[in-house]
T-cell receptor
Framework: ETGVTQTPRHLVMGMTNKKSLKCEQH?????MYWYKQSAKKPLELMFVYSLEERVENNSVPSRFSPECPNSSHLFLHLHTLQPEDSALYLC????????????FGPGTRLTVL | DAKTTQPNSMESNEEEPVHLPCNHSTISGTDYIHWYRQLPSQGPEYVIHGLTSNVNNRMASLAIAEDRKSSTLILHRATLRDAAVYYCILRDPFQGAQKLVFGQGTRLTINP
């Protein structure tokens, strides 16, 4: 257990659905991250939040909408996704955005039909 | 971001040492060398990091070449639980928000 939890662990959705992924960290960290891991592709950084402020958006399409209401919670809101968005979505946190070690959650396996 | 090159896969036996190589010929003077691993059905897990000197922790050792163009992650006594994909990543802490750029990594198989 890394102290970073993600729910749900698995999600199947249609292209017209709206769903949200949730990440929670119990480590008192100030920085949180969303990554995407597609089959046969390396992990890709999507978003970085530091003290609840988005500090990086890695050219992610607007159908992915992050939200960080406080330093312990991070959401990824999904709408009108495409089948190619099917992937493992990983959340991570670190004490601050300059810290060397990131702590990852187990991920949400998303399938878009 | 400076690029790293790792073998796609490696195989070793339980209770033997494992040496995982990483080439990073374009490393800059401020890049730290990080290693993460991803066990099956889990998120990545930090292993170790270093700048110039060799580093040891409870999980592994990191040997860094004198010219810093390559490094080796050493698992001193592999167990079945060490079977994972190992990622070698360069990161410049002066670039602002921490950005880990993952490559394809090395898939390590441990034989009983």
């Amino acid at each position: 257990e890394t102290g970073v939890t993600q729910t749900p662990r698995h999600l199947v959705m249609g292209m017209t659905n709206k769903k949200s992924l949730k990440c929670e960290q119990h480590l008192g960290h100030n920085a949180m991250y969303w990554y995407k891991q597609s089959a046969k592709k390396p992990l890709e950084l999507m978003f970085v939040y530091s003290l609840e402020e988005r500090v990086e958006n890695n050219s992610v399409p607007s159908r992915f909408s992050p939200e960080c209401p406080n330093s312990s919670h991070l959401f990824l809101h999904l709408h009108t996704l495409q089948p190619e968005d099917s992937a493992l979505y990983l959340c991570a946190s670190s004490p601050d955005r300059g810290y060397n070690e990131q702590f990852f959650g187990p991920g949400t396996r998303l399938t878009v039909l | 971001d400076a690029k790293t090159t790792q073998p796609n896969s490696m195989e070793s036996n339980e209770e033997e040492p494992v040496h995982l190589p990483c080439n990073h010929s374009t490393i800059s003077g401020t890049d730290y060398i990080h290693w993460y691993r991803q066990l099956p059905s889990q998120g990545p897990e930090y292993v170790i990091h270093g700048l110039t000197s060799n580093v040891n922790n409870r999980m592994a050792s990191l040997a860094i070449a004198e010219d810093r163009k390559s490094s080796t992650l050493i698992l001193h006594r592999a167990t079945l639980r060490d079977a994972a994909v190992y990622y070698c990543i360069l990161r410049d802490p002066f670039q602002g928000a921490q950005k880990l750029v993952f490559g394809q990594g090395t898939r390590l198989t441990i034989n009983p």
